[in-house]
C-alpha cells in the first residue's frame, strides 16, 4: 500500500480515473455492439438511426482519453460501412 501522502493521491486518482475509463469504455462498446447487431439483423431505419449515437460515443472515449483517435476512427469507419450495408438490403 502507500507510504507517502503523494503515492496515497496517485492511488486515488488512479482509481478514479479506472472508473471514468471502464465507464466510457462500456458505453462505447455497447453503442457498437448494438449498432452491429441492428444492422446484422436487416433493421435498416434503426441501424442508420442509431449511427450518429455510436459516432458520438467513439468521439467522447477520443476527447476522453480512453481510446486512441485513429482507433475510433477504424471503428466508425466500420460501423458506418455495416450501416450502409444494412440499408442497401
Do not use: W, Y
Request: no cysteine; charged share 30%; aromatic share 0%.
Amino acid at each position: 500500500m502507500a507510504n507517502t501522502k503523494q503515492a496515497k493521491k496517485r492511488a486515488a486518482q488512479s482509481i478514479r480515473k479506472r472508473d471514468r475509463n471502464r465507464s466510457v469504455k462500456t458505453t462505447t462498446r455497447g453503442a457498437v455492439r448494438e449498432l452491429r447487431s441492428t444492422a446484422g439483423t436487416g433493421s435498416a431505419a434503426e441501424a442508420v438511426a442509431l449511427l450518429p449515437k455510436t459516432v458520438s460515443a467513439l468521439d467522447v472515449a477520443v476527447r476522453k482519453g480512453v481510446l486512441h483517435k485513429k482507433t475510433a476512427s477504424r471503428l466508425k469507419s466500420r460501423v458506418t460501412k455495416a450501416a450502409a450495408k444494412a440499408a442497401q438490403k
